[in-house]
């Protein structure tokens, strides 16, 4: 018998995994705790669209009041939002097996938060490169042509690997279930991907949701770019003091290169972002603008907060990415509009 699975949110990207999951014959459960998401997905199904077209897709899907109904877990797929990981944790813990998994597939570095209350070795991170929209409830639109492939169309649509241990085992399984999602490769080295997916997610997210911009215009932005290349200078200053190395920031830049552009002695990572503008499909958006636009708490706290508390760890200063915090809370709380116009603090910080 196969094992059960469950994804835990089935929003624009854990919707695709347990829908196109389901649909290649896995026991796959989606737990839907939005009740608009939640009664669609339930009534009429999930439509995904990608460059293929729409599919209509038809899993079974719960409420988080109905997990009794649900049966033991043995692998979890957590794609809920990283402020609310350890409450879903929580929901669903007295419903996994005795040695069931928990795959974090959120943006952020939310495997600590999960390995509190689930023991590190059970613990699986996926890296996803892939971008999607919930267009509106039941309706999900995926692009291949995203920021973090932009660079190579080529890479996978997501990288897995393992929280603890030397072995891959559980990330070799993990994957095989993901390739009918999107092309997986396992990483021996997952805390390399998260800290080098998250300088793609410090640098765009938040500046998406200050300018209400989407990815491909965002990164047309001679302005934006100056504010990008300074945020990814101090991840990549954090990430390295806590012993993580970085790889190609965005597919295009080595951590060096990051470094020597902040400075003002290469402008190869700006002319590097300029032409990905062309590249990225216009419909892209990313994670933390979508919410924006719904009205919704972004994850600005653990993107942007994730690297200044990391940072105040080891004594690295990350003034801009403080900078930026604090002006996407004002804008999520409404106190000031999105638009160009906001940049003015950030361009006088990283100008001054």
């Given amino acids: 018998m196969g094992k059960r699975l469950a994804v835990f949110g089935a929003g624009a990207i854990g ?198 911009l989407r990815s491909a215009p965002l990164l047309g932005e001679p302005d934006v770019r100056k504010i990008m290349i300074r945020l990814a200078e101090e991840v990549v200053l954090v990430a390295r003091a806590h012993g993580y190395g970085i790889h190609r920031v965005l597919g295009q830049c080595t951590p060096d290169q990051v470094l020597a552009a902040a400075r003002g002695q290469d402008g190869t990572m700006d002319r590097r972002l300029a032409r990905m503008s062309e590249r990225i499909s216009p419909a892209a958006a990313t994670s933390l603008l979508q919410d924006h636009w719904k009205g919704r708490i972004t994850e600005v706290d653990h993107f942007n907060g994730f690297v200044v508390r990391k940072g105040r760890q080891k004594g690295v200063p990350t003034p801009v990415n403080e900078a930026v915090r604090r002006l996407m809370k004002k804008i999520e709380r409404r106190e000031i509009p999105s638009g160009l116009h906001a940049l003015g603090p950030l361009l006088s910080l990283v100008n001054g």
């Fill in 15 to 212: 919707g695709q995994v347990g829908a196109r999951m389901f649909a290649a014959g896995h026991d796959v459960t989606l737990i839907e705790p939005w009740p608009d998401q939640f009664r669609a997905i339930r009534d009429s199904g999930l439509r995904v669209e990608d460059e293929n077209g729409p599919v209509l897709h038809r899993p079974p899907v719960v409420h988080p009041d109905g997990l009794d109904r649900l049966g033991p877990v043995d692998i979890l797929f957590l794609a809920v939002k990283s402020y609310d990981s350890s409450a879903a944790v929580e929901t669903v813990l007295p419903h996994l097996s005795p040695q069931a998994w928990v795959v974090s597939t959120q943006n952020g570095i939310n495997e600590e938060i999960i390995a509190q209350r689930i023991e590190s070795g059970r613990i699986l991170g996926v890296v996803i490169l892939i971008n999607a929209v919930l267009e509106a409830p039941g309706r999900i639109q995926v692009s291949t042509q995203s920021v973090s492939r932009s660079s190579n169309l080529n890479a996978p649509g997501a990288y897995v690997g393992e929280y603890a241990g030397s072995s891959d085992r559980k990330a070799r399984e993990v994957a095989g279930y993901l390739n009918s999602v999107w092309p997986a490769k396992t990483t021996r080295d997952l805390m390399a991907m998260r800290w080098t997916k998250l300088a793609t997610s410090a640098m765009v997210n938040a500046l998406s949701g200050i300018t209400g």
